[in-house]
């Protein structure tokens, strides 16, 4: 498959299916891609061909120079993302350089965002699913976190709930993520760093 300009895009949130997971810091993929969902006004619905929820849509400017683009949300459970992910970019013959792929952080602040293509999962069991499933060189738009406190355990904080402070912001922070998001899929990774890599 090649970079096609005009190739769609495949907008992945990353977290675990149910509503025990809903408000986790580890599903703020599927935060954003929830809100991006409002934007194109879409409801999700089930993949033909992959376990996940799909959208379909356009971002950007109305018509043909909008960006065709697919949002999902992978229904397997974090780490094993790779496997529907890999389903849908073939199924809507996306190209790997297409495939943006939203997660939590934890070595950036809470609320942060850093873009970027290809790298290293970090400890991410979502990213480390995907890059076995098709290689590290997709996008990666990563929703700072923070680290846990004191000595929790990193697994037991990423599947808590943001806390009450956290969500007095956590709105906005998801709707710069998504604009990010935007950003990215209609103007490139440079523009969409220097305006959002806080």
């Not at 809903?22 to 809100?35: C, I, K, Q, S, Y």
């Not at 943006?100 to 990213?127: C, M, P, S």
Request: glycine letters at 12%; aromatic letters at 8%.
């Amino acid at each position: 498959m090649t970079d096609d300009a005009n190739a769609p895009w495949l907008i992945v949130g990353l977290g675990n299916p149910g509503p025990e997971y809903a408000a986790n810091r580890h599903n703020v993929g599927f935060m954003v891609v929830d809100l991006l969902a409002g934007r194109v006004g879409g409801k999700f619905k089930r993949a033909q061909k992959a376990q996940a929820q799909v959208v379909e849509g356009r971002v950007g400017p109305p018509g043909p120079a909008g960006r065709r683009v697919i949002l999902a949300k992978p229904m397997s459970y974090m780490n094993l993302s790779g496997g529907p992910v890999t389903a849908l970019r073939d199924f809507y013959k996306v190209p790997t350089a297409h495939v943006v792929a939203i997660h939590d952080e934890l070595d950036i602040d809470y609320g942060v965002l850093r873009l970027k293509v290809g790298g290293g999962d970090n400890g991410h069991n979502g990213l480390k699913s995907m890059t076995k499933a098709m290689g590290a060189e997709y996008h990666r738009v990563r929703f700072g976190i923070g680290r846990p406190p004191g000595r929790m355990q990193v697994a037991d904080f990423v599947l808590k709930d943001f806390s009450s402070t956290e969500r007095k912001e956590l709105a906005y922070f998801v709707d710069r993520a998504a604009d990010s998001v935007e950003c990215l899929v209609t103007e490139g990774l440079e523009r969409a760093q220097s305006a959002y890599n806080s």
